[in-house]
C-alpha cells in the first residue's frame, strides 16, 4: 500500500469499505483537503484485518470467524498500546500517551459492529482500536504519535487528538465530555440528509460529571438523537476513586431515567455478552432514532497515563484488574473451543505486522512548518444567491438582520437557525419574529437553555455539511460555551483540515441600563484566540451584508451586534451584490489630521465628534469603520495613517486589554516613523458595566466624552 495524499487515501478506503452509489444524490460532509505526498510504503495488513465491519447476524452464523476477527482487531490495539508506551519510554514519541488496555472488549465490537458509511463516532484516549477499524492504516496512527510529516494532522495535533471527518470521526479535545454534542449534531445532520446514522461517543466515568454530559444528554433526548452515549468506567477519574465522586450511587446507567432514555450496562470484560448486547442495542437505537445512556465497567490496567504510577489504587486491585482482563481471557475461551493453531497464527502475524509498521513511522521525516498558518482558515466558497431583495425598503438594524435570515432560510436548505427563545417568541429582541411559522421547528429550533451543548450541536451539524446560525439572548451568555467556542469550532479546520461554517449571532454593548450581565463587550476575550472570524456592522446594510458574508463564510464567525443599534432609526437595505466588502473597512470621512478607527455603536459617536471638531475646530479626521474585526485588513488604514501621523482609537469595551491595544499595535508597527504624536485609545472604565444610567453614561465613551479627549490633543 504506497500513501499518497491524504484525500486520494481516503477516497480509496472509502471505495473499499463502502459500496458505490450508497450515499448517491445526498450532500456530503465536508471533504478534508490534501496534506501532501509520501512516497512510503505501507505494510500490508494481516488477512483477518481485510475487514473492518460485523454484523450481528454473523455472531449466529459463522460465530467462530466473528470471535476470531474480534479477537485479531483486540490484539492489534493491545500490542499497538503497548509498543507505543515502549516507545515513548525511549524518547521517541513526545508529550504523553494514554492507554486502551482493558478497554479493547468495549471499543473494538463497537467500532466492528457501527456502519461506518454512515455513523458518527468520537472516541476517547483509550479508543486506539477503535481507531485503527474506523479508517486508516496502522501507519497512519503511528504516525500521529511520532507527530511526523505522515501524521494525519500534519503534526498539529498531539497523540490520540484525532479523528478522520471524511468518515465522520471527530477528534477528541482534552475537555472530556465536550464532545458529546459535537456527535449528536453530526449525527442529527446525518438524519436531515436522510441517512439512517446512529452517534457514537465515548466518555469517563470522571467525565459524566460534567456539565456538558447533562445538558447534551438532555438535549439529545429532547430532540430524540439516535446517540449511544458510552461511559467507559473503571473506576478512577485519573485517581479520584468512585466514592470520591458520586454520593448518589455509582451504577451511573441508572441516571438516564431522568433524561428520558434507555439505559443499561455492560460488563466490557466479557466480550462476548458485551458484543451481543452492543449489537442489540445498536440496531434498537437505530430503528428507534432514541439515545441511549450505556455504562461500560472496564479495567484500569495501565494508568490515566504513561506517568500516572497508579499508587492510589488499593492493595491488591491491580492483580485483581488483571485476573480479570478481557484479553487474554477471550484468547482462552477461543483457545478451548479448538482454534489454538490460528490464535498463535493470529498473534505472529500481528506482532510483525506492528513492528514492521514501527519501522516506517520511525523513518518517516518531522513536519515541515511551512506555511502552517495557511491552515488556520478554511478557504472561502462562493455562495448562488438570489438577487433579492431588489427594492430598497426602510429597516432598522434588528430588522435588516431579520430580513437576512429569512433569505437565508428561503434559499440555503442547508441553513438552520437556534437558540433560546427564538421561536413563537421570536428571540429575546424579536430579530427571530415570524421565522418559526413559515420554516417550522426543523430549520427554527427552539432550543434549552444549555449554551455550550447547543453550540456543540451546531458544530457537529457543521463539520457534516449543514450551516447553523445560533443566536445567544446576550452576548454575556456565550461565556457558558467558551470551550466550544474557542477549542472545537475554532480549532477544527487547523487541527483536521475540516470546515466549520458556524455563525454565533452575539447581541452586545452597555447603554440600556441592562447592567453587567446583559451588555458586554466581547469582542477582545474572544478574538484573543485562533481560528474565529468577527463582523461588527454599525448599519442596517452592513448588519444584512454580514449576516449573508459570515453565513456563507466557511469558519466560525462572531456576528457583534449592538442592542442600541438594534432601533435606532431606519436606512434603505436592498440586496447588494458587493455584500462581500463587509469585511474591509468602510471610509466615512475624508481629512488630514489624523487618522480615527472605530466600529459598532461607536461609529456614530465617532461621526458626530468628527463634525463637531471639523465645525468648531476646522479639524478633519480620516475616519473609519473597522466593520470586520477578525480577519483585520488594515491597508487603507495604514495608508491613512502614514499621511495624517496622528491615530485615535474608539471602542466600547474596556480599555485596559481592550481591542484598541491590538489595532494600535498593529498600525504603529508599520507606521511608528510616520507619527506626529502618541497614538490615543479611547475605550471604557475598567470596571464591571454598572446598572444606573448615571454610572453607565460615564463608564461608556459618549460624544461629549470623546470630544473632551480629542480636544487637548489638537494643539
Known amino acids: 500500500m504506497v500513501r499518497a495524499d491524504m484525500a486520494r487515501r481516503a477516497l480509496a478506503i472509502r471505495s473499499q469499505l463502502f459500496p458505490a452509489g450508497r450515499d448517491a444524490g445526498l450532500p456530503a460532509p465536508n471533504p478534508v483537503p490534501s496534506v501532501g505526498t509520501l512516497d512510503m510504503a505501507f505494510p500490508l495488513p494481516p488477512a483477518i ?86 479508517s486508516g492504516h496502522l501507519c497512519d496512527h503511528l504516525n500521529q504519535y511520532f507527530a511526523n510529516a505522515g501524521s494525519p494532522t500534519r503534526g498539529r495535533e498531539g497523540n490520540i487528538h484525532h479523528g478522520d471527518l471524511s468518515f465522520r470521526s471527530l477528534p477528541m479535545i482534552s475537555h472530556l465530555g465536550a464532545m458529546l454534542s459535537n456527535v449528536a449534531g453530526a449525527t442529527d445532520s446525518q438524519r436531515r440528509f436522510g441517512r439512517p446514522a ?18 447534551t444528554l438532555n438535549l439529545a433526548s429532547l430532540l430524540s438523537l439516535p446517540v449511544i452515549f458510552v461511559i467507559e468506567n473503571n473506576g478512577y477519574a485519573y485517581s479520584t476513586p468512585l466514592s470520591e465522586q458520586f454520593a448518589a450511587g455509582t451504577e451511573l446507567w441508572r441516571r438516564a431515567a431522568g433524561y428520558g432514555m434507555e439505559g443499561l450496562m455492560v460488563d466490557a470484560t466479557d466480550v462476548e455478552a458485551c458484543t451481543r448486547t452492543l449489537a442489540a442495542t445498536i440496531e434498537r437505537v437505530r430503528a ?108 432598522n438594524l434588528a430588522q435588516a438582520i431579520t430580513a437576512g435570515l429569512r433569505k437565508i432560510l428561503t434559499e440555503r436548505p442547508e441553513s438552520i437557525v437556534l437558540g433560546q427563545d427564538i421561536g413563537t417568541y421570536g428571540g429575546a429582541f424579536k430579530v427571530t419574529d415570524g421565522l418559526l411559522k413559515k420554516f417550522g421547528r426543523s430549520r427554527v429550533l427552539n432550543t434549552p437553555l444549555a449554551e455550550s451543548a447547543c453550540t456543540g450541536y451546531a458544530i457537529g451539524l457543521a463539520i457534516n455539511g449543514h450551516r447553523p446560525i445560533e443566536e445567544f439572548q446576550f452576548a454575556d451568555f456565550s461565556t457558558e460555551a467558551v470551550t466550544q467556542i474557542v477549542l472545537n469550532a475554532a480549532t ?25 450581565f446583559h451588555s458586554q463587550e466581547l469582542e477582545s476575550f474572544f478574538l484573543s484566540m ?58 466615512l470621512r475624508t481629512g488630514d489630521f489624523a487618522t480615527f478607527v472605530t466600529y459598532g455603536e461607536m461609529v456614530h459617536l465617532a461621526e458626530e ?86 454610572l453607565e453614561h460615564v463608564y461608556r465613551p459618549s460624544k461629549d466624552a470623546i470630544i473632551e479627549q480629542l480636544t487637548p490633543w489638537l494643539g
Open 492 to 516: 477544527y479546520h487547523f487541527r483536521s483540515g475540516t470546515a466549520c461554517p458556524l455563525v454565533l449571532r452575539l447581541p452586545c454593548g452597555g447603554g440600556l441600563t441592562f447592567g453587567s
Open 609 to 694: 465628534a468628527c463634525d463637531y471638531l471639523a465645525a468648531e475646530y476646522d479639524t478633519k479626521f480620516d475616519l473609519f469603520d473597522l466593520r470586520a474585526l477578525s480577519p483585520l485588513k488594515l491597508d487603507a488604514i495604514a495608508a491613512s495613517l502614514a499621511r495624517t501621523g496622528r491615530l485615535v482609537v474608539l471602542h466600547e469595551g474596556r480599555r485596559t486589554h481592550g481591542f484598541g491595544a491590538e489595532l494600535v499595535a498593529r498600525l504603529t508597527e508599520t507606521q511608528f516613523a510616520s507619527l506626529k504624536a502618541a497614538p490615543i485609545r479611547i475605550g471604557a472604565l475598567d470596571l464591571p458595566v454598572p446598572f444606573a444610567p448615571e
Open 198 to 215: 446512529v452517534g457514537f461517543t465515548f466518555f469517563g466515568d470522571g467525565a459524566s460529571s460534567t456539565g456538558d454530559v447533562h445538558e
Open 49 to 134: 484485518l481485510a475487514s473492518r465491519d460485523l454484523r450481528s447476524a454473523e455472531l449466529e452464523k459463522s460465530p467462530a470467524d466473528a470471535w476470531l476477527r474480534i479477537y485479531a482487531w483486540m490484539q492489534l490495539a493491545r500490542t499497538g498500546d503497548n509498543r507505543i508506551l515502549d516507545l515513548f519510554r525511549q524518547g521517541l514519541i513526545k508529550g504523553t500517551v494514554t492507554g486502551g488496555q482493558g478497554n479493547e472488549g468495549l471499543v473494538v465490537p463497537l467500532a466492528l459492529l457501527a456502519d461506518k458509511a454512515i455513523d458518527v463516532v468520537s472516541f476517547s484516549h483509550r479508543g486506539l482500536g477503535g481507531h485503527l477499524i474506523w
Open 530 to 587: 485562533p481560528g474565529l472570524k468577527a463582523l461588527y456592522p454599525s448599519t442596517p446594510q452592513d448588519a444584512f451584508d454580514a449576516i449573508l458574508a459570515a453565513f456563507d463564510d466557511n469558519n466560525p464567525v462572531i456576528l457583534f451586534e449592538h442592542k442600541g443599534l438594534y432601533r435606532r432609526g431606519r436606512a434603505p437595505v436592498a440586496w447588494n451584490p458587493h455584500y462581500r466588502e463587509v469585511w474591509t473597512p468602510r471610509h
Open 288 to 395: 428507534t432514532s432514541r439515545p441511549v445512556l450505556l455504562e461500560a465497567r472496564t479495567l484500569r490496567l495501565r494508568g490515566h497515563a504513561a506517568y500516572d504510577t497508579c499508587d492510589y489504587m488499593l492493595p491488591g486491585e491491580a492483580d485483581g484488574y488483571a485476573a480479570r482482563d478481557s484479553l487474554p481471557a477471550f484468547r482462552r475461551r477461543l483457545a478451548a473451543a479448538g482454534h489454538e493453531a490460528k490464535l498463535v497464527a493470529i498473534d505472529a502475524e500481528i506482532s510483525a505486522f506492528v513492528e514492521a509498521c514501527i519501522k516506517v513511522s520511525l523513518a518517516t521525516p518531522k513536519p515541515d512548518p511551512a506555511g502552517m498558518e495557511d491552515g488556520l482558515f478554511a478557504p472561502p466558497t462562493t455562495t448562488a444567491w438570489e438577487a433579492s431583495p431588489a427594492t430598497p425598503t426602510p429597516l
